[in-house]
């Protein structure tokens, strides 16, 4: 089998087919996955949260307040999957 190509295919291999987009659709408030960090000159430091908000401007904006010495990081945030939230196959 080929390596995954692309990030739609890492997904449907790492999640089974899972579609967050799809399943948090309809629900007022979303799970998000917000990776907050910085760029020191040589790498990439910061840390990755969840975040329960409505909108993904929402949750970066949570995300960065929420985390110490995160008021000049960026954030980028994306909807959680099951495997984000800690669930496993039965």
Known sequence: MNAPT??????????GGFDPVAYWADKPFKKWVVDVGFWNGSRWKGETVLV??????????TAIANVRRAKSAKAHARL?????LGCVPA
Do not use: I, M, V, Y
């Not at 329960?52 to 904006?61: Q, T």
């Open 6 to 15: 692309t990030q739609r295919e890492l997904q449907l291999l790492l999640d």
């Open 52 to 61: 329960r908000a409505s909108s993904r401007d929402g949750a970066e904006r």
């Open 80 to 84: 959680a999957t099951p495997r984000d």
